[in-house]
């Protein structure tokens, strides 16, 4: 008999059980597809990551090199090879999780997991697999299954998703050929950063949105700093704007959209990519054999301890309420190991970070100013541009900003928002800050390297209290 049983191996479930095994718990993993890692190794995060630097240096090649005095002659792009790199990464990726596994001890499952029967103190679960099926018995479960797409016949378009014309996150990280023209539904997270990769390669990118802007989590202002950059380098968005058919030609897609006006306009183009969000999957599991509850939304309820309404089954990541981000899901896996070992265990919800790897990239920690506004937080706001650092201007990296809001009185830092070069990592500092209680003194008064691009965040900071230097 197991301790844990973990169902699923995304950053979530494969994290969750390396912590339960370095606790000491006998812990076993089951994975349906053939690699670990989940849907964020083998077909999200990682991959998207590397075909967005891959796009982004030959954007680099033909827009910038001139600047910086190097001169390249005609560039192409072999996309072959940048999808064989590509593949290469997610490879050597996943393989390190099968490391991890058989160095933590971990016994790894290779099939579909089914709960077959509940009691308090023992659940089984079916592995199902072609060639065969197993009952393994375990003290606790955590169901760290993750989501799907969501597809156009959820949205209430009557087509299907064909791979070919009309497809989904999978496909965009996998075409064969570069597309003269896409029309992307969600100007989501999905949408801004596949439809930049394709973008930068030479694709004609439109991005429908059906909310008065992308991005609505972020600060408002910064959505248009973002926004405006991403429109400087030929992506084209309809705002307000609902795809309300979608018509298959023989070499082409025809959307209908509705306009803010009530009007409707066709757009042709060659492909259309759906990305209009994730919803929970739990296809398999049999949760409604042994009773276990999910929300309207079809995700798994949780209490504060990630505990569903069965003692011992757990739940993590995508399958629950949340942003649906491979760092919440970890943090996630992290506090039920510690849980189920009587350990203390916590998630700091309010400072989850969101990043959009777009170019400038785009991420924020923490309240926005209108959030601030909605709930009476009084509050100071310090901005800085990258076009008044050093780094910044030496590396020819200038667009964007960084925008720091702290508490009026306390000063206490509240949110971080920042559009720019590597604002994935400038923000880590931000956030640590926050975890810390920080105030925007104390990053204002705390060394920073010179020249660095996280100057800009020192110096919004003291801007906060009208004190930059650069300003
Ligand atoms: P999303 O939730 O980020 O964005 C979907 C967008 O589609 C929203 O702006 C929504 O208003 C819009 N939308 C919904 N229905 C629509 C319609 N009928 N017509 C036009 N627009 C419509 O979802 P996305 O981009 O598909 O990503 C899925 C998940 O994957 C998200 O939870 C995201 O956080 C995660 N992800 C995270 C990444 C990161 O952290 N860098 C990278 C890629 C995905």
Redesign the pocket.
């Known amino acids: 008999m197991y301790d844990v049983v973990v169902i699923g191996s995304g950053p979530g479930g494969y994290v969750c059980a390396i912590r339960c095994a370095q606790l000491g718990l006998k812990t076993a993993i089951i994975e349906k597809n053939a690699t670990l890692g989940g849907t964020c190794l083998n077909i ?2 990682i991959p ?1 990551k590397a075909l967005l630097d891959s796009s982004e240096k030959y954007y680099q090649a033909i827009h910038h090199f001139k600047e910086h005095g190097i001169q390249v002659g005609n560039v192409s792009i072999d996309l072959d090879t940048m999808m064989k790199r590509k593949d290469q990464v997610v490879k050597e990726l996943t393989d390190g999780v099968r490391f991890l596994m058989n160095k933590n001890k971990i016994q790894v499952y290779s099939g579909v997991g089914s709960f077959y029967s509940y009691s308090l103190n023992k659940i089984e679960i079916q592995v199902k697999n072609p060639q065969k099926e197993e009952i393994i018995e375990t003290k606790k479960c955590v169901i760290a299954t993750g ?1 799907q ?2 597809t156009p016949k959820d ?2 378009l009557n087509v299907e998703i064909d791979g070919e014309k009309i497809i989904v ?1 999978d496909h965009a990280l996998a075409l064969k050929s570069i597309p003269k023209s896409m029309l992307v ?9 596949l439809g930049s990769v394709w973008s930068r390669l030479g694709t004609n990118v439109t991005i ?4 008065p802007d ?3 989590n972020l600060d408002g202002k910064m959505r248009q700093i973002a926004r405006k950059a991403l429109e400087k380098q030929g992506l084209k968005f309809l705002l307000n ?3 309300v058919d979608i018509q298959l030609k023989k070499d082409s897609v025809i959307s209908k959209i509705q306009t803010p006006k009530n009007e409707t306009i066709e757009i042709e183009t060659e492909k259309v990519l759906v ?4 919803k929970p999957y739990t296809n398999g599991l049999n949760l409604e054999k042994i009773g276990v509850e999910l929300n309207q939304r079809g995700r798994i309820k949780v209490n504060q301890h990630l505990e569903t309404n069965l003692k011992n089954i757990y739940a993590i990541g ?1 399958v629950i309420e949340g ?4 760092h919440k899901a970890e943090e996630e896996g992290i506090a039920v190991a510690h849980h189920i070992a009587n350990k203390y265990a916590h998630v700091n919800y309010d400072l989850c970070p ?4 777009t170019w400038p990239e785009i991420a924020w920690v923490g309240k926005s100013e209108e959030k601030l506004i909605e709930e009476g937080i009084e509050y100071n706001v310090g901005t800085f541009l990258f076009k008044a650092n050093g780094r910044a201007k030496g590396m020819g990296e200038t667009e964007g900003q960084v925008k720091i809001l702290a508490h009026k009185k306390t000063d206490k830092i509240l949110g971080v928002s920042i559009v720019g070069p590597y604002a994935s990592e400038i923000l880590g500092e931000a956030v640590i800050a926050m975890e810390f209680s920080g105030s925007s003194e104390d990053l204002g008064r705390s060394f920073h390297s010179h020249p660095n691009l996280l100057e800009v965040i020192k110096e919004a900071a003291l801007d906060v209290n009208k004190e930059a230097i650069h300003k």
């Open positions: 999200g995060c998207s989501s797409v969501i949205i209430g996150s539904i969600g100007g989501g997270v999905i949408g801004l950063e429908v949105e059906v909310l992308i991005l609505m704007h609902k795809v990305a209009v969000g994730r995508d942003p649906m981000l491979a969101y990043v959009v790897y």
